[in-house]
């Protein structure tokens, strides 16, 4: 039983450049999540998405959007990357958003802008 | 504002002894609290989940505690080992459920032989 993956693991770009993250939900997972951990700090909100719909949103701009398969996978997108944009990028899933469930981490991805 | 605090944020014990790690919150209405262990440069993996109704609970070594009145929960760790070295994250669910998590910054924990 496949765990969350994310991919790609690492990933350099340049200022103004634009990003795709990939995520796949445990099996069994509907609701993925979306979080930014600069280096040192705690995981920040950046979305959520249950049934191939934005369900909640952190304090993100409008720079960063997402988008849910039917199969439950997610991307996150970044576009007009920002050096402040560097950071592990960590996915999470779940079953169904008002469960008490914990939430399984990926091992995220870490985007490096330059 | 929501906030969850963590303290210490930085901790050395050496292998073999036990500590305790704080966490201090405003979330409001509260539902949940979680304690999370994260590996440098890995996602953070879950140690305990706790409703407002429940005031401890273990998970082989480690041991969580609620107090929902004084909004402080601890997370202690017994007989600590050197993969214990990792930091803990404490998260508060806002409403019910998984949605909109809040984390504290975390307390780096080095475990030292």
């Known amino acids: 039983d496949a765990g969350v993956t994310q991919s790609p693991t690492h990933l350099i770009k340049t200022r103004g450049q634009q990003v795709t993250l990939r995520c796949s939900p445990k099996?069994?997972?509907?609701?993925v999540s979306w979080y930014q951990q600069a280096l040192g700090q705690g995981p920040q909100f950046i979305f959520q998405?249950?049934?191939?719909?934005?369900?909640q949103r952190g304090n993100f701009p409008d720079r960063f959007s997402g988008h849910q398969f039917p199969n439950y996978s997610s991307e996150l997108n970044v576009n007009a990357l920002l050096l402040g944009d560097s950071a592990l990028y960590l996915c999470?899933?779940?079953?169904?958003?008002?469960?008490?469930?914990?939430?399984?981490f990926g091992p995220g991805t870490r985007l490096t802008v330059l | 504002k929501n906030q969850v605090e963590q303290s210490p944020q930085s901790l050395i014990i050496l292998e073999g002894k036990n500590c305790t790690l704080q966490?201090?919150?405003?979330?409001?209405?509260?539902?949940?609290l979680r304690w999370y262990k994260q590996d440098t440069g890995r996602g953070p993996v879950s140690l305990t989940i706790?409703?407002?109704?429940?005031n401890t609970k273990s998970n082989g070594r480690y041991t969580a505690t609620l107090d929902a009145d004084t909004k402080q929960s601890s997370l202690h760790i017994t007989a600590s080992q050197l993969s214990d070295s990792a930091s803990y994250i404490c998260?508060?669910?806002?409403?019910?459920?998984?949605?909109?998590?809040?984390f504290g910054t975390g307390t780096r924990l080095t475990i030292i032989p």
């Open positions: 706790m409703t407002f109704s429940e």
């Open positions: 099996s069994g997972h509907d609701t």
């Open positions: 966490c201090n919150y405003t979330v409001s209405p509260f539902s949940n």
């Open positions: 999470a899933s779940s079953l169904r958003v008002w469960s008490t469930d914990t939430q399984y």
């Open positions: 998405y249950y049934e191939e719909e934005e369900r």
């Open positions: 998260v508060v669910s806002l409403n019910f459920g998984n949605e909109k998590l809040t």
